[in-house]
Nanobody, 122 residues
């Protein structure tokens, strides 16, 4: 069983910064693409940023230039640096892993964390 645990969500003022972290745990041999989704009340979940094991990234247009996703393959962690936040960034942020190779080898797909709340308010 692969577990994803997020941390770092908080209340922050517009224009401020925040760092989110996610750690994957289990009998992990390799973690493939990782990233972040978010869901605001009454809205559908949307992709924020993804990063491959080699460091290639994709960002939602709404966060380009403001957010930075990074990862540490040795620690099976992924991070999101949120700069110049705006009220529209308010959401529950979910860590996401598209594929994990486990001992066996076995694979698990589309693994989600429990979410960490980010609230941007003045």
């Amino acid at each position: 069983q692969v577990q994803l645990v997020e941390s770092g969500g908080d209340l922050v003022q517009p224009g401020g910064s925040l760092n989110l972290s996610c750690a994957a745990s289990g009998s992990i041999l390799a973690v493939y693409a990782m990233g972040w989704y978010r869901q605001a009340p009454g809205k559908q979940r949307e992709r924020v940023a993804l990063i491959t094991p080699t460091g290639s990234t994709n960002y939602a247009d709404s966060v380009k230039g403001r957010f930075t996703v990074s990862r540490d393959n040795a620690k099976n962690t992924v991070h999101l640096r949120m700069n110049s936040v705006i009220p529209e960034d308010t959401a529950l942020y979910y860590c996401y892993v598209e594929r994990v190779m486990l001992t066996g080898p076995r694979y698990e797909y589309n693994v989600w964390g429990q979410g960490t709340q980010v609230t941007v308010s003045s």
